[in-house]
T-cell receptor, first 116, second 115 residues
Framework: EAEVAQSPRYKITEKSQAVAFWCDPI?????LYWYRQILGQGPELLVQ????????DSQLPKDRFSAERLKGVDSTLKIQPAELGDSAMYLC??????????????FGPGTRLTVL | AQTVTQSQPEMSVQEAETVTLSCTYD???????LFWYKQPPSRQMILVIR??????QNATENRFSVNFQKAAKSFSLKISDSQLGDAAMYFC????????????FGSGTRLLVRP
């Protein structure tokens, strides 16, 4: 069964360091999402890609966060410099893009980031 | 802006019994989707059930069913014959039928299942 892959699963870093997370969506899925899930809260969208284009990054802290999906397949989310408040689970999800369908989002296992 | 509220941080149910998780939402849109997602400990989030707002009939998936009250903006999840494997965080989520496909999540309800 096809799944969304993410790495690393866990990351511990010190504040002011740079971190990067990788996501490989389900093959053929045009839409890719990065969500941030702070402990005790629901996920919140950081950025959404349609193929290689960003369609929504309104909640992405652009002074320190960046995301790319250069070939419209896998994606990287970067934080530089990391701050204590960035400690969270970072979830990647993907979906097909079909105007006639509700386009279920499939989630990866997430990367749990701890900033010390 | 749309919001989703889950007012029960934690619920407990005896194995084989029935439990209902509550969710309310706020939107000015008439066409949208509602979802319940399950997030087991250290495992990925999976879709449990979905409801299209234009459908009056409540969705059902095996032991899971919803009570969708569009006028009241309420969307509760009923789990029948609860099993130990149902223990997880449950998130209610909203998605517009138009524009961005992003999900707007509630804060979640932790479900404990007692053997």
């Amino acid at each position: 069964e096809a799944e969304v892959a993410q790495s690393p699963r866990y990351k511990i870093t010190e504040k002011s360091q740079a971190v990067a997370f990788w996501c490989d969506p389900i093959s053929g899925h045009a839409t890719l999402y990065w969500y941030r899930q702070i402990l005790g809260q629901g996920p919140e969208l950081l950025v959404q890609f349609q193929d290689e284009s960003v369609v929504d990054d309104s909640q992405l802290p652009k002074d320190r966060f960046s995301a790319e999906r250069l070939k419209g397949v896998d994606s990287t989310l970067k934080i530089q410099p990391a701050e204590l408040g960035d400690s969270a689970m970072y979830l990647c999800a993907s979906s097909s893009f079909d105007m006639s369908s509700y386009n279920e989002q499939f989630f990866g296992p997430g990367t749990r980031l701890t900033v010390l | 802006a749309q919001t989703v509220t889950q007012s029960q941080p934690e619920m407990s149910v005896q194995e084989a019994e029935t439990v209902t998780l509550s969710c309310t939402y706020d939107t000015s849109e008439s066409d949208y989707y509602l979802f319940w997602y399950k997030q087991p400990p250290s495992r990925q989030m999976i879709l449990v059930i979905r409801q299209e707002a234009y459908k009056q009939q409540n969705a059902t998936e095996n032991r899971f069913s919803v009570n969708f009250q569009k006028a009241a903006k309420s969307f509760s999840l009923k789990i029948s014959d609860s099993q130990l494997g149902d223990a997880a965080m449950y998130f209610c989520a909203y998605r517009s039928a138009l524009g961005s496909y992003k999900l707007i999540f509630g804060s979640g309800t932790r479900l404990l299942v007692r053997p």
